[in-house]
């Protein structure tokens, strides 16, 4: 797992950059079909200033850093 998390902005050089989170569900589930365990998680480190994303992890390098304390 790489831990390197950049403390910059590559594209403005900006130090404004933030951790989002967001969650996903395949396309194909019909309406009211969906489950809970259908649904998956990733986080995004991206620029406030340019809108940059910087680094991406899915659902299980999140949690492994979490657990590790490398964010």
């Known amino acids: ?5 950049p403390s910059k902005c590559p594209e403005c ?3 404004n950059i933030e951790w989002f989170l967001s969650t ?8 009211g079909r969906l489950m809970s365990n259908d649904i998956s998680i990733g ?6 200033h ?5 680094k ?3 659902e299980d390098e999140l949690l492994k850093r979490l ?5």
Do not use: K, Q, W
């Not at 996903?24 to 309406?31: C, D, Q, S």
């Not at 986080?43 to 406030?48: D, T």
């Not at 340019?50 to 910087?54: D, E, G, R, V, W």
């Open 56 to 58: 991406t992890l899915n």
């Open 24 to 31: 996903t569900a395949p396309h194909f589930i019909v309406e």
């Open 50 to 54: 340019c809108s940059a994303t910087l």
């Open 67 to 71: 657990n590790n304390g490398l964010i």
């Open 1 to 5: 797992m790489n831990n390197i998390t």
């Open 43 to 48: 986080a995004y480190l991206g620029c406030n």
């Open 13 to 15: 050089n900006s130090d």
